[in-house]
């Protein structure tokens, strides 16, 4: 597992918000797999339940025509965020679901 997604596993299993849904693949430290699709899209429900959205949506943006960049934006309420990869994505906003208040890469940061 690359330390980014290990990172990202470690981040996501100590959220209030998180547990295991069937269907959710771990990798061989027992951790959840961020390579697969099922447990991406268990996840993301769990960002629903914790926001209480059952209408949460993420969104895939091209940063400038014909770029190969591309970033990833959720918005819940009037909070938005924007991150390199889904998986952040799916993880910051699973963490911020407590104090309601999302941190783009910028200000984890500071």
């Known amino acids: 597992m690359r330390s980014k997604q290990k990172?990202?596993?470690l981040r996501a299993i100590s959220c209030d918000g998180w547990r295991w849904l069937r269907g959710m693949a771990e990798d061989?430290?027992?951790l959840p797999s961020l390579d697969d699709p099922a447990t991406l899209g268990?996840?993301?429900q769990l960002v629903r339940e914790a926001w209480s959205?059952?209408?949460l949506l993420v969104l895939e943006a091209e940063l400038m025509l014909g770029s190969n960049r591309v970033e990833w934006r959720i918005r819940i309420d009037d909070i938005v965020g924007v991150f390199d990869s889904y998986?952040?994505?799916l993880?910051?906003?699973l963490e911020?679901?407590?104090n309601r208040e999302l941190l783009t890469p910028w200000e984890n940061e500071q």
């Open 7 to 9: 990172s990202l596993a």
């Open 28 to 30: 061989d430290q027992r």
């Open 42 to 44: 268990a996840i993301f």
């Open 53 to 55: 959205n059952p209408r």
């Open 87 to 89: 998986e952040e994505c």
């Open 91 to 93: 993880v910051a906003s």
């Open 96 to 98: 911020a679901a407590d």
